[in-house]
């Protein structure tokens, strides 16, 4: 989704600076280019960085069991039940 997304934003940076080399002249490029450029770097870091992000969301996602005994805590084992009688 993020590379069809990012290349949807790249596509109409290229459309809209052919169309101000049009409209304006070289002179467009100056501010054009690197505006591109910064949007190729900026995809690609957030794309790079989708990975940790993801293998975070995996672990958190299997770190809390809502079936397991909660260990301690304040006052732990004071309200204890008391063992069954044999």
């Given at each position: 989704?993020?590379?069809?997304?990012?290349?949807?934003?790249?596509?109409?940076?290229?459309?809209?600076?052919?169309?101000?080399?049009?409209?304006?002249?070289?002179?467009?490029?100056?501010?054009?280019a690197p505006l591109i450029v910064g949007?190729?770097?900026?995809?690609?870091?957030?794309?790079?960085?989708?990975?940790?992000?993801?293998?975070?969301?995996?672990?958190?996602?299997?770190?809390?069991?809502?079936?397991?005994?909660?260990?301690?805590?304040?006052?732990?084992?004071?309200?204890?039940?008391p063992a069954p009688r044999p």
């Amino acid at each position: 989704m993020l590379v069809r997304l990012g290349a949807a934003v790249v596509a109409m940076e290229a459309i809209a600076l052919v169309v101000a080399l049009w409209a304006f002249g070289s002179a467009v490029l100056l501010a054009g280019a690197p505006l591109i450029v910064g949007t190729v770097i900026l995809f690609a870091v957030v794309g790079l960085s989708e990975g940790p992000r993801r293998l975070l969301r995996e672990h958190r996602a299997t770190r809390f069991d809502p079936d397991a005994v909660q260990p301690g805590g304040l006052m732990s084992g004071f309200f204890e039940a008391p063992a069954p009688r044999p």
